[in-house]
Nanobody
Framework: QVQLVESGGGLVQAGGSLRLSCVAS????????WSWYRQAPGKQRELVAE???????NYADSVKGRFTISRDNTRNTGYLQMSSLKPEDTAVYYC???????????????WGQGTLVTVSS
């Protein structure tokens, strides 16, 4: 079974840092379009960061300069490095990717299970 499994969430004080990881497991031949979303209580899910075409990246205005998206293709893993965290960053964070699956030889849209990040003031 192909899936995305997240880790790295937790409780951190304002100004602190966390790194989220998202590992794709299963019979995979390629991964495209890593991205990270978040959903705060009572709010809609929003895009936080993504790889656009090639290696270019896009970030929500609220996290620019503080968050960094990266990936390790050799480990089928995506990362979100979060620094200078603020209480308003508190949310459940979800990774998302298009994963090429064997033996289908097609890309599937997958979501991680979500990991809670809580930033205390």
């Amino acid at each position: 079974q192909v899936q995305l499994v997240e880790s790295g969430g937790g409780l951190v004080q304002a100004g602190g840092s966390l790194r989220l990881s998202c590992v794709a497991s299963g019979n995979i031949f390629s991964i495209n379009g890593w991205s990270w979303y978040r959903q705060a209580p009572g709010k809609q899910r929003e895009l936080v960061a993504e790889f656009a075409s090639g290696s270019s990246t896009n970030y929500a205005d609220s996290v620019k300069g503080r968050f960094t998206i990266s990936r390790d293709n050799t480990r089928n893993t995506g990362y979100l490095q979060m620094s200078s965290l603020k209480p308003e960053d508190t949310a459940v964070y979800y990774c998302h990717a298009w994963v090429g699956v064997v033996p289908d030889n097609r890309y599937r849209e997958l979501w991680g299970q979500g990991t809670l990040v809580t930033v205390s003031s």
